[in-house]
């Protein structure tokens, strides 16, 4: 099993930034690919970023294409995500993912942290 644990959310004015954390526990991290997806309410989960076991490759929603970075520290059991230029639409609860690297399913989710943007 692994657990993830989501830090960082917060409130920010629009334009600002912020950076979430998301620590993970249990079984080798690096053996997982790691993603971040947000859901607002009333909206469905929507994927936002992800990262490759060794952090060369990333991937991004198009609604966060530019202005989201995602990057893991595997001495550190961590995986990041930087916002920048938060806008009011970027507001929801994020959530932390990991997936065995062959499966189709993400198995291990955080419990998620809020971020809320004010314009």
């Known amino acids: 099993q692994v657990q993830l644990v989501e830090s960082g959310g ?3 004015q629009a334009g600002g930034s912020l950076r979430l954390s998301c620590a993970a526990s ?3 991290f ?4 790691m993603a971040w997806f947000r859901q607002a ?3 469905e989960r929507e994927f936002v970023a992800l990262v490759s ?7 991004y929603g198009d609604s966060v294409k530019g202005r989201f970075v995602i990057s893991r520290d595997n001495a ?3 995986v990041y995500l930087q916002m920048n ?3 009011p639409e970027d507001t ?8 065995d690297a062959l499966a189709a399913r993400y198995d291990y989710w955080g419990q998620g942290t809020q971020v809320t943007v004010s314009s």
Do not use: I, M, Q
Not at 30 to 33: L, T
Not at 53 to 59: D, F, I, K, P, R
């Open 10 to 12: 917060g409130l920010v």
């Open 26 to 28: 249990g079984r080798t």
């Open 30 to 33: 690096s053996r997982y690919v």
């Open 41 to 43: 309410p009333d909206k």
């Open 53 to 59: 076991l060794s952090g060369a490759s990333t991937t």
């Open 76 to 78: 550190k059991n961590t």
């Open 85 to 87: 230029s938060l806008e």
């Open 92 to 99: 929801a609860v994020y959530y932390c993912a990991g997936r």
